[in-house]
Nanobody, 121 residues
């Protein structure tokens, strides 16, 4: 089952944006849900992940302290709250699920279409 990321858009540097990740018609039965991003010409980069059961959170170094990952079990949705956005944060953001924690894309599956985040300076 693919996940669907949404909520991207254009924001000024220093601004905030919240992304959503949902699995339509299915629950997050896997152990983790993660967010990645990919800018043009760059590799896909780990952003954050959350354990569905315990709620334990993990963050990439470039976003730690600025981004917050959370979940709403009732809505079967994972969120990524992004604050203090920088031009370097501009990318297509993807969500996916994993059975074990990891920061490399190969650990994750169920990739859907991402959502574009553009940050103007």
């Amino acid at each position: 089952v693919q996940l669907q990321a949404s909520g991207g858009g254009l924001v000024q540097a220093g601004g905030s944006l919240t992304l959503s990740c949902a699995a339509s018609g299915r629950t997050f039965s896997s152990h983790l849900v993660g967010w990645f991003r990919q800018a043009p010409g760059k590799e896909r980069e780990f952003v954050a992940a959350i354990r569905w059961g315990s709620g334990m959170r993990y963050y990439g170094e470039s976003v730690r302290g600025r981004f917050t990952i959370s979940k709403d079990s009732a809505k079967n949705t994972v969120y990524l709250q992004m604050n203090s956005l920088k031009p370097d944060d501009a990318a297509v953001y993807y969500c996916a699920r994993a059975n074990e924690y990891g920061t490399t894309p190969k650990v994750y599956y169920g990739w859907g279409q991402g959502t574009q985040v553009t940050v103007s300076s």
